[in-house]
């Protein structure tokens, strides 16, 4: 078979080394590269590749910072729109993929993932597996229920620690009773293993114990 690969990274040293590493395997594929994510989808309908090999810390486009948010909404949209693409996720942002786990479990083609410190070996793996289909996403932190992972419980994390939100307030944003919030707080914190019980005999704040916990499995930046 003659193998069409996309390199997404927009960090050149690492973009230029996972080239040289996919072209001692497979001499004959055709291999484009992207440095940015708008560039990566100008190009991705043209060329039709069969595999995508993607960081998901992504500049926007040319000259602009990579950030890891601009590599998940790229990702989830190429999820979307190519669902019989195979992909690979190069990075060392991967616990962050924990926020689209039941997008990735439901997958009907090839979706692996690679740390940027694993051996050539170990990454050309990984493309094999991605290219058979083969869909492990074991290297994802596992959190309780983490295939039930709520849109609203990251819209939750987000208001109270990105924006500093109470309660109350948080309500009004997401247009829910504050009891609503209290029972998406209660939720949360068992998906993400906590024994509030405990933890309020021992003195600790639950608050600050659930975003330290939600930053350790990637929920939260």
């Known amino acids: 078979m003659n193998h069409k690969f996309f390199v997404v990274d927009s960090h050149k040293l690492y973009l230029n080394e996972t080239v040289k590493i996919l072209r001692s395997k497979y001499p004959q594929a055709e291999i484009i590269t992207a440095a940015n994510a708008i560039d990566f ?111 609203e419980w990251l819209r939750l994390l987000d208001l109270a620690f990105g924006e500093g939100l109470q309660d109350r307030i948080i309500a009004r944003h997401i247009c829910v009773s504050e009891r609503m919030v209290r029972h998406y707080w209660e939720r949360l914190q068992d998906a993400l293993g906590l024994d509030c019980d405990e933890l309020k005999n021992q003195g600790k704040n639950l608050r600050i114990v659930t975003q330290i916990r939600a930053r350790e499995v990637g929920l939260i930046d």
């Not at 998940?72 to 942002?93: A, D, F, G, R, W």
């Not at 170990?122 to 289909?133: A, K, M, T």
């Open 41 to 151: 989808l100008n190009q991705i309908s043209i060329y039709k590749p069969n595999l995508v090999v993607m960081d998901i810390s992504l500049a926007e486009k040319h000259g602009e910072i990579p950030l890891v948010n601009t590599g998940m909404q790229l990702l989830k949209k190429i999820m979307l729109n190519y669902p019989q693409l195979n992909i690979v996720v190069q990075s060392t942002h991967l616990k962050k993929l924990v926020r689209i786990k039941p997008e990735i479990d439901a997958r009907i083609k090839g979706f692996t993932v690679a740390d940027k410190n694993l051996s050539s070996t170990e990454l050309l793996r990984r493309v094999e597996w991605s290219l058979h289909g083969l869909v492990n996403s074991k290297n994802i932190p596992y959190i309780n229920s983490a295939s039930q992972v709520k849109p």
